[in-house]
């Protein structure tokens, strides 16, 4: 999440825009007024247990994805035949409510990625849209989950869960609880502002596509955007038809709520699933 995307995702590094700034702004105004502080880490009861327990990583989970607004095309999703629908979470976060090295197969083997966590504060999503800001720098406070899911043990001195080798990064995500269901949405809605501003791109820089919303539940929905390469880049925006090569997701159920960049090289049908089963654990 922190830099340029990947070799092969056509990632560069942005100059601040100011359409960011405008964004964020009719934001806060629509969604909020004042400046909302996430919650304090919990106590030494849950999350510390919780660190431990996926801190050697490497066991698959599975899980399911969330949607958000945008400016794009929502889509309904109904729950799975002959299941109930889900409801939104409670409580605070936990490495039980992250994605795991499952969700990725069969394009990832399950085998190959390594898991990492910890918990604080961190840049949380792409450079290039959030001007490398932290969670804190966003929403006002720190104390958030972070799992990095990578093909290398090797990570970055500054940041166990990014790869040492950009290249060798499958995903991240980051999700934490807010006070209460309306403000985990309005978190949400802030996150993914940030990223939309880089669905306009000059042609040869690379792009996100258009917005796609999916709803499991009223208050479990995630909205993710797809990679584009900048050799795809001819107009400014996302090539229509074309698949994308991975992407960004914002997430929320219940008072969970959570950013997902998949560096993954994974088309729509697979960005969907791994995005929905996300979406499913937060």
């Not at 849209?129 to 990578?150: I, V």
């Not at 950009?166 to 809605?189: C, G, I, M, Y």
């Not at 000059?202 to 993710?224: E, I, M, Q, Y």
């Not at 955007?225 to 991975?246: F, I, V």
């Amino acid at each position: 999440m922190n830099g340029a995307p990947a070799a092969g995702g056509g990632r560069a590094v942005v100059r601040p825009r100011s359409a960011v700034a405008a964004l964020v702004a009719a934001a806060a105004l629509g969604l909020a007024t004042g400046w909302f502080v996430l919650p304090p880490p919990p106590g030494a009861t849950a999350h510390p247990a919780a660190r431990s327990d996926a801190a050697a990583g490497g066991a698959s989970r599975g899980a399911t994805a969330p949607a958000t607004p945008g400016g794009s095309v929502p889509t309904p999703v109904s729950a799975a035949s002959g299941s109930a629908s889900p409801t939104g979470a409670t409580g605070p976060v936990t490495t039980a409510n992250l994605l795991e090295p499952g969700a990725f197969s069969p394009d990832v083997g399950i085998g190959q990625i390594h898991v990492t966590d910890r918990y604080g504060d961190g840049v949380y999503a792409n450079s290039a849209c959030t001007g490398e800001k932290t969670l804190s720098q966003t929403l006002g406070g720190p104390g958030a989950h972070f799992r990095g899911l990578m093909t290398s043990p090797r990570t970055s001195p500054g940041d166990p869960t990014l790869a040492a080798d950009r290249v060798d990064q499958v995903a991240r995500e980051v999700a934490a609880e807010a006070p209460s269901p309306s403000l985990a949405q309005n978190f949400t809605e802030r996150l993914l502002l940030e990223e939309v501003a880089c669905q306009e791109e000059p042609p040869g820089h690379w792009v996100f596509g258009v917005t796609t919303t999916l709803r499991l539940a009223p208050d479990v929905t995630a909205s993710w955007m797809g990679t584009y390469q900048g050799s795809l880049n001819t107009t400014g925006r996302a090539p229509e038809g074309e698949e994308p090569c991975g992407g960004i997701a914002a997430l929320r159920s219940g008072n969970h709520y959570g950013v997902l960049e998949v560096d993954a090289c994974l088309g729509t049908a697979a960005m969907d699933r791994v995005v929905r089963t996300a979406l499913s654990q937060l």
